[in-house]
């Protein structure tokens, strides 16, 4: 894809001719006038359909090259980091914001992630997720890093990812607090920047080992980890 239609956080369709927009939603939590702007953005451009993707947003597919400034000039918005290197999404569950089952607030920690980290340049693609219970249906489990709640703390969960070489993501750390593992998460990011991964941190948690990978990750990290 030419870089500066990715600049513009447009994927190219099927057709090899229109794109689509993906509006960011964070947490997939929106609100009745995001919504009238996406649905006004999809009349107005004469969209081909409306997508609600696994990533907990709205694509808008079926546009022309030359309509996507006006489109993201419509819809108000930055262009969305749909696609690229960097953090995509942050998926977020309901937690105990909504959810009887919660037992961390995935809504509140997922959505300060998402500011901290949506868009970030990194040398890969990265995925990330904040699940408030062990049914995980942010699916932490294929995501590079991610959080999982239990009743004791936070659970960081490393190296996931699907695709053709899917992997399950693997326990680093666990009975946390908020603060404890949001700098955590924070503390492997910045490994994977400074040590300018190319490819997903799986592939690489599985060249080093997963203990060499979590002796190197704990060992460096500055915070406390309680007990």
Same mark, same amino acid.
């Given at each position: 894809? =030419?870089?500066?239609?990715?600049?513009?956080?447009?994927?190219? /369709?099927?057709? *090899?001719? $229109?794109? @689509?927009?993906?509006?960011? %939603?964070?947490?997939?939590?929106?609100?009745?006038?995001?919504?009238? =702007?996406?649905?006004?953005?999809?009349?107005?451009?004469?969209? /081909?359909?409306? *997508?609600? $993707?696994? @990533?907990?947003?709205?694509? %808008?597919?079926?546009?022309?090259?030359?309509?996507?400034?006006?489109?993201?000039?419509?819809?108000?918005?930055?262009?969305?980091?749909?696609?690229?290197?960097?953090?995509?999404?942050?998926?977020?569950?309901?937690?105990?914001?909504?959810?009887?089952?919660?037992?961390?607030?995935?809504?509140?920690?997922?959505?300060?992630?998402?500011?901290?980290?949506?868009?970030?340049?990194?040398?890969?693609?990265?995925?990330?997720?904040?699940?408030?219970?062990?049914?995980?249906?942010?699916?932490?489990?294929?995501?590079?890093?991610?959080?999982?709640?239990?009743?004791?703390?936070?659970?960081?969960?490393?190296?996931?990812?699907?695709?053709?070489?899917?992997?399950?993501?693997?326990?680093?750390?666990?009975?946390?607090?908020?603060?404890?593992?949001?700098?955590?998460?924070?503390?492997?990011?910045?490994?994977?920047?400074?040590?300018?991964?190319?490819?997903?941190?799986?592939?690489?948690?599985?060249?080093?080992?997963?203990?060499?990978?979590?002796?190197?990750?704990?060992?460096?990290?500055?915070?406390?980890?309680?007990?």
């Amino acid at each position: 894809m =030419k870089k500066d239609i990715q600049e513009k956080g447009a994927i190219l /369709q099927r057709d *090899k001719e $229109t794109y @689509a927009v993906a509006p960011h %939603i964070p947490g997939g939590i929106t609100s009745p006038d995001q919504l009238r =702007k996406i649905a006004a953005v999809a009349e107005k451009y004469n969209a /081909q359909a409306l *997508k609600l $993707t696994s @990533a907990q947003r709205i694509a %808008i597919v079926g546009l022309e090259e030359e309509q996507l400034d006006n489109i993201w000039a419509d819809l108000d918005e930055p262009a969305g980091a749909a696609i690229g290197m960097c953090v995509r999404s942050i998926k977020i569950c309901p937690g105990t914001t909504f959810c009887k089952r919660g037992q961390q607030n995935s809504v509140t920690v997922g959505l300060e992630l998402d500011k901290q980290y949506h868009g970030m340049a990194l040398p890969w693609k990265f995925k990330m997720g904040v699940s408030g219970c062990a049914n995980d249906c942010s699916e932490v489990c294929i995501k590079d890093v991610g959080l999982i709640g239990t009743p004791k703390g936070w659970k960081v969960m490393v190296g996931g990812n699907g695709g053709a070489a899917s992997r399950l993501s693997i326990p680093l750390a666990e009975k946390l607090d908020t603060a404890q593992a949001c700098a955590l998460l924070d503390h492997v990011v910045q490994w994977f920047v400074k040590n300018d991964q190319k490819g997903r941190l799986g592939k690489f948690i599985d060249k080093i080992g997963f203990d060499t990978f979590k002796e190197e990750i704990l060992g460096s990290f500055d915070g406390d980890l309680g007990a």
